[in-house]
């Protein structure tokens, strides 16, 4: 994800805010599971239903707050419309388990077909984080397709992000075979938590990189039409 602009304020991930939703994510269902299991004799699946609860009020909150058809918010409104389509559907526990990465694992599938459009998914993220609705940034923002390393570059973040949903999803069919539910529903946040801060840390590091050689750039394009 690039920016042609310097800012200070995207130099770096928001690793604090992603660390306290994979706590909230990883603690809170697992307490609402295992109520539901000792204190309401609810049945296995019964029981991961009451633990999608909270994700699913959480995404639907921060839906309600943002009040605008953003990026963030389609992917929250359509890991609400798979919670809620796994739950009504029924099935086994461990399907229900599966639900989130299924998600994900779509998710990262989008971002490989994307790459044969003319620009991939995370160069739509990138700008809409980077240069939000201001008509200059997203104007210049726009004008760096015209480099070859901003177009390299945008191509492979798409990518790594790609790998790291669809890892998601193969790392929580494997948890869901080797073990049980309550520890399913503790490490598959911490695991898509660590992928996360780790992709999107690289993610602005190598960005950043680029985007300071393409703000050279425009400035030598400057000069050059004075």
């Not at 991961?48 to 309600?64: D, H, K, M, T, Y």
């Not at 201001?134 to 726009?142: E, G, L, S, W």
């Not at 393409?214 to 004075?226: D, I, P, Q, V, W």
């Amino acid at each position: 994800m690039l920016h042609p602009e310097p800012s200070a304020n995207v130099s770096r991930p928001p690793i604090g805010g992603i660390v306290w939703t994979v706590a909230l994510n990883a603690v809170v269902p697992v307490l609402l599971y295992e109520a539901a299991r000792r204190y309401g004799s609810f049945s296995e699946f019964a029981a991961l239903a009451v633990a999608a609860v909270f994700p699913i009020v959480r995404s639907g909150f921060e839906l309600l707050v943002r009040k605008q058809i953003d990026p963030i918010a389609i992917l929250i409104l359509l890991g609400i419309g798979a919670d809620c389509v796994s739950i009504s559907l029924g099935g086994s526990a461990r399907l229900l388990l599966v639900r989130e990465s299924v998600f994900t694992g779509a998710f990262g599938l989008a971002c490989f077909v994307s790459l044969l459009l003319p620009r991939p998914m995370m160069f739509y993220f990138g700008r809409f984080f980077f240069a939000g609705t201001d008509p200059v940034r997203v104007a210049r923002f726009n004008g760096a397709w015209q480099f070859a390393e901003v177009r390299f570059t945008h191509r492979l973040i798409t990518i790594v992000w790609g790998l790291a949903f669809v890892g998601d999803l193969l790392i929580r069919i494997l948890l869901i075979v080797y073990l049980p539910a309550s520890l399913v529903l503790i490490i598959s946040p911490i695991v898509l938590g660590v992928m996360i801060v780790s992709v999107m840390t690289w993610a602005f590091a190598y960005g950043g990189r680029v985007r300071a050689r393409t703000m050279k750039r425009f400035e030598e394009l400057g000069s050059a039409t004075n």
